[in-house]
């Protein structure tokens, strides 16, 4: 692989991380709302998940899908179901000063997503299976394939990462700002108004 397109990769895949998606909303939310330390999980399952989403894309999912675009059309519509079913949750998240005292918290109370929960989420994500498949159809030469795949997968893993994290990073920021119950529910609101809002150009796509 030479320099110039391995730089092009990597442009590609800073870009396409560090930009507002359903993944950079989510984490901006549980930022403000749980912190970085508890966020981690979620941020390492994001990465986790573009990874091996993007090894299967090249190995013939990504192909699979633009062959059968029925099953990329029940991959939307399930994809979708499930953010509006998130930002809901989004919505409703309550501050922790909120939770303070009530027994129940533990158990009931909000929490932040795993990294199993944040891995799977890759799968039913819209944007992130245009992002991959875009990624091995431009980068991966079909005569040098598990090379150039695994090259561009490492570099764009390893670019996500630091690129999602970011957004925690930001929302964690904006605790001192938003102490008041208040306006710490008005952030989620919006936050997830813009998780849903980001659905209609993924929708729009096609693989």
């Given at each position: 692989m030479s320099p110039a397109i391995l730089s092009a990769a990597a442009m590609f895949g800073f870009v396409t991380s560090i930009t507002p998606g359903p993944n950079n909303m989510m984490l901006l939310a549980?930022?403000?709302?749980?912190?970085?330390?508890?966020?981690?999980?979620?941020?390492?399952?994001?990465?986790?998940?573009?990874?091996?989403?993007?090894?299967?894309?090249?190995?013939?999912?990504?192909e699979a899908l633009r062959e059968v675009p029925?099953?990329?059309?029940?991959?939307?519509?399930?994809?979708?179901?499930?953010?509006?079913?998130?930002?809901?949750?989004?919505?409703?998240?309550?501050?922790?000063?909120?939770?303070?005292?009530?027994?129940?918290?533990?158990?009931?109370?909000?929490?932040?997503?795993?990294?199993?929960?944040?891995?799977?989420?890759?799968?039913?994500?819209?944007?992130?299976w245009v992002i991959v498949v875009t990624a091995v159809a431009t980068y991966v030469a079909p005569n040098n394939l598990v090379r150039d795949l695994i090259i561009v997968t490492g570099v764009c893993g390893l670019i996500n990462l630091p690129s999602v994290g970011v957004w925690a990073v930001f929302g964690a920021s904006l605790r001192r700002l938003l102490r008041d119950p208040l306006w710490r529910r008005r952030f989620n609101v919006t936050m997830a108004a813009l998780l849903v809002v980001s659905l209609w150009p993924l929708l729009a796509t096609s693989p």
């Open positions: 549980s930022g403000l709302n749980f912190g970085v330390r508890r966020t981690l999980p979620h941020m390492f399952g994001i990465s986790i998940g573009y990874v091996v989403l993007m090894l299967a894309a090249g190995l013939g999912l990504g029925a099953a990329f059309l029940v991959l939307k519509a399930v994809g979708g179901v499930y953010m509006l079913w998130l930002a809901w949750h989004i919505a409703r998240s309550a501050p922790p000063r909120e939770l303070e005292g009530k027994a129940s918290a533990a158990s009931s109370g909000p929490r932040p997503m795993s990294f199993l929960g944040a891995v799977a989420f890759q799968w039913v994500n819209p944007k992130a």
